[in-house]
Nanobody
Framework: QVQLVESGGGLVQTGGSLRLSCAAS????????MAWYRQAPGKQRELVAR???????DYADSVNGRFSISRGYAENTVYLQMNSLIPEDTAVYYC???????????????WGQGTQVTVSS
C-alpha cells in the first residue's frame, strides 16, 4: 500500500523555525510532483510549495523567501523548512505526491494525514 507519512509539526513562537518531513512508502513505480499544502480553520486548502521530478520549485507568494522545499529522490522524501514563522502560517500542513504504484502503473494523487503547525504571537 502506497502512503505518505508526515512528521515535524508543533508549536513555535513568531520568528521561529520548523522543518516538516514527509516520506513515501510502499511499492512505488514513479513519483512525479511532491508538494506541501496547508489548511487554516475556515479556509480552503492552499498550495504552499511544490517540487517536480527534476527539482523545479515554486512557492506561494505568502511564503516565498521564508520557506524552502527540498526533496530526497533516493529516499522518496520531501521536506519543508519554514523560517521566520508568523501567526498567519498556523494551519494543518499536508504532504502531497503524484505517484504511480507498481499495482497499476497509473499516476494517482496521494495525501498525508496532516500535521499541525501553530505559531504563537
Amino acid at each position: 500500500q502506497v502512503q505518505l507519512v508526515e512528521s515535524g509539526g508543533g508549536l513555535v513562537q513568531t520568528g521561529g523555525s520548523l522543518r516538516l518531513s514527509c516520506a513515501a512508502s510502499g511499492s512505488i513505480f514513479v513519483i512525479n510532483d511532491m508538494a506541501w499544502y496547508r489548511q487554516a480553520p475556515g479556509k480552503q486548502r492552499e498550495l504552499v510549495a511544490r517540487v517536480d521530478e527534476v527539482g523545479s520549485v515554486d512557492y506561494a507568494d505568502s511564503v516565498n523567501g521564508r520557506f524552502s522545499i527540498s526533496r530526497g529522490y533516493a529516499e522518496n522524501t520531501v521536506y519543508l523548512q519554514m523560517n521566520s514563522l508568523i501567526p498567519e502560517d498556523t494551519a494543518v500542513y499536508y504532504c502531497y505526491a503524484e505517484m504511480a504504484p507498481y499495482s497499476d502503473y497509473r499516476v494517482h494523487d496521494y495525501w498525508g494525514q496532516g500535521t499541525q503547525v501553530t505559531v504563537s504571537s
